[in-house]
């Protein structure tokens, strides 16, 4: 270390310290006392080893029958799941001045409840795999789907997500989303509500807000945005609908936008690329975006007429 460095550390040092008794949120040094990253991320790996169970392997569990590895499995991430949401309990006001048994014995209610709801999980994500494959020509197989589609993991991660966001549990779930969302670049809330046969394709760019209500055989592309119209009102907003309703059988192509808690999309309607929308369309509605004029070498280029209805949208 060079002599500035050297003649400097210590005053610096001291000025960090001291700045930590300040008493704000970013002061806090108790860094056993929140839910860890780690951990959540190994219970999502073993949760999707449950759910998939023919498609992650494990090293860990030497053993060659399915019962005994699920029991394994299943009895591992009760366990740190409990753990993790006893730890995520002491950020609920609710639970503020609560004693550690009364916290424990809430969290193995959460958590029994949330394991309970597994086979349900598994019902909902078969329908993901299946409008996925019927969806996409270019998917190989569901096989292929489950082992290698950034859009399943962050559909079956908000699944895991908001079955614990509706038991009311704080802090666990955005932390579920956040890292399927640093994996695979969607972005969806825990408390969205999302039906059967959800698909995304490609999906980097996607978000999904936290109201968002999506009904059965929804598609969406890349860099959809489902969104606040306004964030003005700040912590006023919360608990008002803030975010779309997506009716069944709706389709939304790239770089669409659609913005409002009162902004409903009808039934079997379809959204184009990069439209902006922030009022309601009845179902069956088509919309686009007229073509916007070109230039080539400085001259000016225009479709003269509209191209068919099957033209004005497109899929990578």
């Given at each position: ?12 040092i ?30 999502i790996?073993?949760?999707n ?119 009311e ?11 399927a ?10 408390g ?16 999904v ?5 999506i ?26 609908k ?7 059988n ?22 184009g ?21 070109l ?18 949208f497109y899929?990578?």
């Amino acid at each position: 270390m060079g002599k500035l460095i050297c003649d400097n550390i210590a005053e610096i040092i001291s000025d960090i310290t001291t700045d930590y008794k300040k008493g704000r949120p970013i002061d806090k040094q108790d860094i056993f006392g929140q839910p860890d990253r780690d951990t959540v991320k190994d219970i999502i790996y073993k949760l999707n080893r449950i759910v998939y169970a023919g498609y992650y392997v494990d090293r860990t569990y030497r053993i060659y029958n399915l019962s005994t590895t699920i029991a394994a499995l299943t009895e591992d991430v009760a366990y740190n799941l409990n753990k993790q949401i006893a730890l995520a309990l002491h950020f609920d006001e609710r639970y503020a001045g609560k004693g550690e048994e009364e916290i424990r014995l809430v969290a193995e209610d959460y958590t029994v409840s949330f394991m309970k709801q597994i086979p349900k999980i598994r019902e909902y994500l078969d329908t993901d795999i299946e409008a996925l494959y019927v969806g996409d020509p270019a998917a190989e197989s569901k096989d292929a789907i489950i082992i290698a589609y950034p859009g399943l993991f962050a559909i079956t991660v908000q699944r895991y997500a908001h079955v614990l966001y509706l038991l009311e549990v704080p802090v666990l779930p955005r932390v579920m989303t956040e890292i399927a969302h640093s994996k695979t670049g969607i972005d969806i809330n825990p408390g969205a509500t999302i039906g059967k046969y959800f698909f995304i394709d490609h999906g980097t760019g996607v978000v999904v807000g936290e109201t968002t209500v999506i009904g059965e055989n929804v598609k969406i592309y890349q860099g959809v945005t489902l969104g606040a119209l306004s964030t003005r009102g700040g912590r006023g907003l919360i608990d008002k609908k803030r975010h779309p309703t997506i009716e069944d059988n709706v389709t939304i192509y790239s770089g669409a936008s659609i913005l409002g808690g009162d902004t409903i999309i009808g039934e079997g309607s379809v959204i184009g690329g990069n439209v902006f929308l922030t009022k309601s369309v009845p179902p069956g509605t088509k919309v686009h975006v007229a073509n916007q004029e070109l230039k080539f070498d400085g001259e000016s280029f225009k479709e003269t007429k509209e191209k068919d209805d099957k033209d004005w949208f497109y899929v990578i």
